[in-house]
């Protein structure tokens, strides 16, 4: 597993990456750069990234691997079970990330319940660092109450331009936490935005490219999803990207809080 704290700040999404074309995809982002991978007990990728990993060569702590326990197995009777059972689909003694995947009403299981769990699974070595996903704030005040403090590395939620959620961005520099954007190119739909498209032009690459550049520059980290070798390398090469204050101002006037995931066992989101 990575050694250090930090999470890098680019990772491949691998939802929907099964089987041997996952492990190709997965594959093909590793040659390309790709050190960070986003799996989940519910997305059947845990057994993909693995092989991927294997197959790579690289060694164990040159790659970052999170993942994330379902909602349906919040219990204490699954909680460890189903974390020892994903560290042995993946192939790996330890992730370097666990997340609560989702929150769930507190007479299905006390949020206490699975913070305390999560914090165990620490201790016991089978996670590196803890954090949570779909958390609101009234939740993420209530975890870093129950936790030591900074314990959360991350909460990963929807984040896009379309959806920038200032509220919770600006709650989540106040208390030192870094927030993860999942679904950062809303399923590519953000390649089409006028806006990104015309400083993609002005910069020489694509609009899903400046769309992580923005997102990361805000400090958030991205876990955008890819099947094709052009595009994983085109969302690679935003690492390199260097928006200008005028750029970033454009890209903040796009948020409209347009939220694309929002199952009905959704908390009551801030933005
Ligand atoms: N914690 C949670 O509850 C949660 C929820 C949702 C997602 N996630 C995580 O976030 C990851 C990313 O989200 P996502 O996979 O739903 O959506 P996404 O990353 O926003 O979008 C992926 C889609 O965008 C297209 N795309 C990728 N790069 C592109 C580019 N440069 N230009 C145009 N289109 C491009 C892809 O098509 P091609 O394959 O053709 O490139 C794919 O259809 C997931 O894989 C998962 O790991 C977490």
């Given at each position: 597993?990575?050694?250090?704290?930090?999470?890098?700040?680019?990772?491949?999404?691998?939802?929907?990456?099964?089987?041997?074309?996952?492990?190709?995809?997965?594959?093909?982002?590793?040659?390309?750069?790709?050190?960070?991978?986003?799996?989940?007990?519910?997305?059947?990728?845990?057994?993909?990234?693995?092989?991927?990993?294997?197959?790579?060569?690289?060694?164990?702590?040159?790659?970052?691997?999170?993942?994330?326990?379902?909602?349906t197995?919040?219990?204490?009777?699954?909680?460890?079970?189903?974390?020892?059972?994903s560290?042995?689909?993946?192939?790996?003694?330890?992730?370097?990330?666990?997340?609560?995947?989702?929150?769930?009403?507190?007479?299905v299981?006390?949020?206490?319940?699975?913070?305390?769990?999560?914090?165990?699974?620490?201790?016991?070595?089978?996670?590196?660092?803890i954090?949570?996903?779909n958390?609101?704030?009234?939740?993420?005040?209530?975890?870093?109450?129950?936790?030591?403090?900074?314990?959360?590395?991350?909460?990963?939620?929807?984040?896009h331009p379309?959806?920038?959620?200032?509220?919770?961005r600006d709650?989540a520099r106040?208390?030192?936490?870094?927030?993860?954007?999942?679904?950062?190119?809303?399923?590519?739909?953000?390649?089409?935005?006028?806006?990104?498209?015309?400083i993609?032009?002005e910069?020489?690459?694509?609009?899903?490219?400046?769309?992580?550049?923005?997102?990361?520059?805000?400090?958030?980290?991205?876990?955008?999803?890819?099947a094709?070798?052009?595009?994983?390398?085109?969302?690679?090469?935003?690492?390199?990207?260097?928006?200008?204050?005028?750029?970033?101002?454009q890209?903040?006037?796009?948020?409209?809080?347009?939220?694309?995931?929002?199952?009905?066992?959704?908390?009551?989101?801030?933005?």
């Amino acid at each position: 597993m990575a050694s250090s704290t930090l999470i890098p700040p680019l990772g491949l999404g691998t939802y929907g990456r099964t089987g041997p074309q996952g492990v190709d995809a997965i594959s093909t982002a590793l040659e390309i750069g790709y050190r960070h991978l986003d799996t989940a007990q519910s997305y059947d990728t845990e057994a993909t990234v693995g092989e991927a990993v294997r197959r790579s060569g690289l060694g164990r702590d040159a790659v970052f691997i999170t993942t994330k326990v379902a909602d349906t197995n919040l219990a204490p009777a699954d909680f460890m079970a189903s974390v020892r059972k994903s560290l042995d689909t993946i192939g790996v003694d330890q992730v370097d990330l666990l997340l609560i995947h989702w929150p769930v009403p507190q007479e299905v299981v006390p949020l206490e319940s699975y913070m305390e769990a999560l914090g165990q699974a620490r201790e016991a070595g089978y996670a590196r660092l803890i954090g949570v996903s779909n958390f609101t704030i009234a939740l993420l005040e209530r975890a870093q109450a129950l936790l030591d403090a900074q314990a959360l590395a991350t909460n990963q939620v929807e984040i896009h331009p379309w959806l920038q959620v200032p509220k919770l961005r600006d709650f989540a520099r106040g208390s030192g936490l870094q927030l993860t954007a999942y679904q950062p190119l809303v399923k590519g739909q953000v390649a089409t935005d006028p806006v990104l498209m015309r400083i993609a032009e002005e910069l020489g690459t694509g609009p899903a490219a400046v769309a992580l550049a923005f997102l990361m520059a805000e400090g958030h980290i991205v876990i955008p999803a890819s099947a094709s070798r052009t595009n994983l390398q085109n969302n690679w090469d935003a690492t390199t990207i260097i928006l200008t204050p005028e750029h970033m101002d454009q890209i903040r006037r796009l948020d409209r809080g347009y939220r694309h995931i929002n199952p009905a066992k959704s908390p009551r989101w801030d933005d």
